[in-house]
């Protein structure tokens, strides 16, 4: 029997990932304010295992995400070093998905047929998080709908490790441009070599 979730306040914050950077860098906005609340920076050495540091605007450290091989697990870590949560996603599955430890629960979650958002619930019903990932967009960007059983620096945190696992980090507006610029030099061509026919 499957749990309802219990209806707790909600916050929303809008997660961007700057267009000209040499690395991944992800800027977070609380959507009600419109101030940017916090930064996360994606480690240099990042190519064996991901890791993404957190500072508020000041530039205070507020926490870390240290993944493992394969981006199959992550830890979210405090600036001490102390683990607040483990997020896994299984070797195979049909559909997008994954597992968080937090608070000496489990949150689950799986995305829908085309996997573009996800619902984090607890075991115990309470609501998580929510992301919903914009589709077509020039840079990576997501919403994310956070209640009240998750701190939201935690919460925003686990929405950008799960959009790295599961996408790259990556929008798809990029490549609906070059596709539609490849085409329309395609076009061009076709129509170029029938004026120039004989």
Not at 85 to 100: E, G, V, Y
Not at 155 to 163: E, G, L, N, Q, T
Request: charged share 25%; net charge positive.
């Amino acid at each position: 029997m499957e749990v309802e979730p219990k209806k707790e306040g909600r916050h929303f914050y809008k997660v961007q990932q700057k267009l000209v950077a040499a690395r991944p860098v992800y800027e977070v906005y609380d959507e009600e304010t419109g101030e940017k609340v916090a930064v996360g920076r994606q480690t240099w050495l990042s190519f064996l295992r991901s890791t993404v540091n957190f500072e508020d605007p000041e530039g205070n450290k507020i926490l870390t995400a240290k993944g493992g091989f394969f981006d199959k697990t992550f830890h979210l870590l405090d600036p001490s070093g102390n683990k607040i949560a483990k997020i896994t996603r299984p070797w195979i599955m049909f559909r997008k998905r994954f597992t968080m430890h937090y608070r000496d629960e489990e949150i689950h979650a799986q995305g829908g047929i085309m996997a573009w958002g996800f619902e984090a619930v607890s075991r115990s019903g309470h609501f998580g998080f929510k992301l919903d990932k914009k589709i077509i967009a020039v840079r990576d960007q997501f919403r994310v709908e956070v209640g009240d059983y998750m701190d939201w620096r935690h919460a925003v945190a686990s929405a950008i490790v799960v959009d790295r696992i599961f996408f790259r980090g990556k929008g798809c507006g990029c490549r609906l441009i070059c596709c539609f610029a490849f085409l329309a030099v395609f076009v061009a061509l076709i129509f170029a070599s029938m004026l120039m026919g004989p």
